[in-house]
Nanobody
């Protein structure tokens, strides 16, 4: 099994920054994709950003240029640096780890609230 523990959420004013972290433990293979998704009230969960174990990244259009995803493979940890935050970024942010088609694990989520 895989366990994911997120940290770093909180309340921030518009224009501010936050850094989310997600530490993975358990049966983790070296080749995987880690990412961040978010779900705002009344909306579906959506991809924010993801990064492969080789470092390839992709981002939602809404966060390009503001958010940066990175990972430390030695610590099995993925980060999301969020800058220039907007009220519409308010959501519960979930960490995700995928290993091929066999593993699709989720963290419990961390709340990010951006005040205007």
């Amino acid at each position: 099994q895989v366990q994911l523990v997120e940290s770093g959420g909180g309340l921030v004013q518009a224009g501010g920054s936050l850094r989310l972290s997600c530490a993975a433990s358990g049966s983790i293979f070296s080749i995987n994709v880690m990412g961040w998704y978010r779900q705002a009230p009344g909306k579906q969960r959506e991809l924010v950003a993801r990064i492969s174990s080789g470092g390839s990244t992709n981002y939602a259009d809404s966060v390009k240029g503001r958010f940066t995803i990175s990972r430390d493979n030695t610590k099995n940890t993925v980060y999301l640096q969020m800058n220039s935050l907007k009220p519409e970024d308010t959501a519960v942010y979930y960490c995700n780890l995928q290993i091929g088609s066999t593993v699709n694990a989720w963290g419990k989520g961390t709340l990010v609230t951006v005040s205007s």
